[in-house]
């Protein structure tokens, strides 16, 4: 903990002096009775208290959060001066040193999201906090799984509720390199939307231009739009989720002003990522970059090896659709999986299948989802093109 790690778990806690309820301000000593940090108690998490300040025995409250906001903003400088970029992760839970706290802004919308039922009681405090630091016409809340079924949370916590603002018919409307997306926060995973990925997307525009694009694992078409407004003549998204997939063709609707994503033809496939690539690799379609984000493959214990084995099939099928030269994006969100056994498993595929990997970028997390704990640290991506002539 003195080297900043955020959590304390129940194990690790020797003598609690009253035994107290989430969200309760928790005071650590160590074995001398030497101030250690303050965080905020969870009784029910194996993550028994999560850090906010362990330099001195700060009063958590409204000043903290706007000190912690203050921080986050200046961290984030050149995204938030940045006119053309108005989505971006504000407050990245431990990152940002408000463990188990996102706040997420999508244009003139805040979504607030708990990932335990301790910041509940703080919500007051947090909302003003937020006022001042980010005035905003709508912010939103939802809690996480967790905190939805804890006994711990009040009924009216239990589901997502707009704070502030008016409905959110049709999402929260943002910007990003320029191009228009919208989020949903109510219905959509994470906040609405996967801002981690803004810095790969900008990659993926970047080198698209003129080849036909494969998106797979596409949800709303964040990567499949950013192809189309580098230049990419063709793009292919498909996913298991048919709304995800209607709300990608709304993302190309919304850009239609721009000629790159005019004239781009997107089309989209209902399915299962697996049984998709095989059917497409069966009739012979071919892509000049494959893009593969799948959704976190191992979120237990013990999940890792079959979640390598699922990579190692991506990559195997990827391949397989890849023109010669052509470029796959592959990307893993596992935080089980460390980058450097992700990234080799990829490229050790690559090259049992006789198509090595040159590799153009290795990728991590970017500026608006700082770490400051191993665990994390779950993004990691590859871009690799695969030999012209094989
Ligand atoms: N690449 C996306 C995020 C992917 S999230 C982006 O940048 O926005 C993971 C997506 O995988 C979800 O949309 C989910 O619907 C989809 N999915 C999960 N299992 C799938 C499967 N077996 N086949 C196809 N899609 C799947």
């Known amino acids: ?33 030497r101030f250690l940090a303050v965080g905020l108690f969870d009784p029910e998490s194996p993550i028994r208290v999560r850090i906010l300040s362990a330099e001195s025995p700060a009063k958590i409250g409204v000043e903290l959060f706007r000190t912690r906001l203050s921080e986050a903003l200046e961290l984030r400088r050149p995204l938030v001066d940045d006119p053309e970029t108005t989505g971006l992760r504000i407050l990245s839970g ?10 997420d802004q999508y244009g003139d919308g805040l979504v607030l999201k708990c990932y335990t039922p301790a910041w509940l009681p703080w919500l007051d405090e947090l ?47 943002f910007l990003e390199g320029g191009l228009r997306y919208r989020a949903h926060p109510f219905v959509g995973h994470k906040t609405g939307f996967y801002l981690d990925q803004r810095e ?12 036909r694009v494969l998106n797979v694992f596409s949800y709303t078409g964040g990567f499949s739009l950013a192809a189309a407004a580098g ?6 998204s498909t996913d298991l989720s048919e709304p995800a997939l209607r709300e990608a063709e ?15 033809a997107h089309e989209s496939r209902t ?49 397989k659709l890849l023109e010669p030269g052509g470029i796959l994006v592959q990307a893993s969100c ?7 056994t992700f990234f080799l498993s990829v490229l050790n595929t690559a090259r049992s299948a006789d198509r090595s990997l040159e590799v153009l970028a290795q990728t991590g997390h970017p500026l608006d989802h700082p770490v400051r704990h191993p665990e994390g640290e779950y993004l990691k991506c590859l871009f690799g093109r695969v030999p012209t002539a094989s």
């Open 127 to 173: 909302r003003e906090a937020i006022g001042d630091r980010l005035p905003s016409r709508v912010l939103a809340y939802l809690p996480s799984r967790g905190v939805s079924s804890s006994a711990a949370t009040p009924d009216p916590l239990r589901s997502p509720a707009l704070l502030a603002g008016p409905p959110l018919d049709d999402g929260l409307e």
């Open 250 to 264: 709304r993302h190309f609707e919304l850009n239609a002003g721009i000629e790159a994503v005019r004239s781009s």
């Open 200 to 211: 790969n997307r900008a990659r993926v525009r970047e080198l698209a231009r003129g080849q």
């Open 271 to 319: 399915g299962d990522a697996f049984e998709v690539m095989e059917a497409l690799d069966t009739a012979g379609d071919r892509f000049g970059m494959v893009v593969v984000d799948p959704p976190s493959f191992a979120r237990e214990k013990g999940q890792e090896a079959g979640a390598l084995r699922a990579y190692g099939k991506l990559t195997q099928l990827a391949l």
């Open 231 to 236: 230049g990419a003549p063709r793009v292919l």
């Open 334 to 340: 596992t935080a089980r999986i460390d980058a450097e």
């Open 94 to 103: 431990e990152g940002d040193r408000m463990p188990g706290l996102v706040l």
């Open 1 to 33: 903990m003195r080297d900043g790690h955020p959590w304390v778990f129940e194990n690790s806690i020797r003598e609690v002096n009253r035994q107290g309820i989430a969200g309760d301000v928790a005071v650590l000593f160590d074995r001398k009775n």
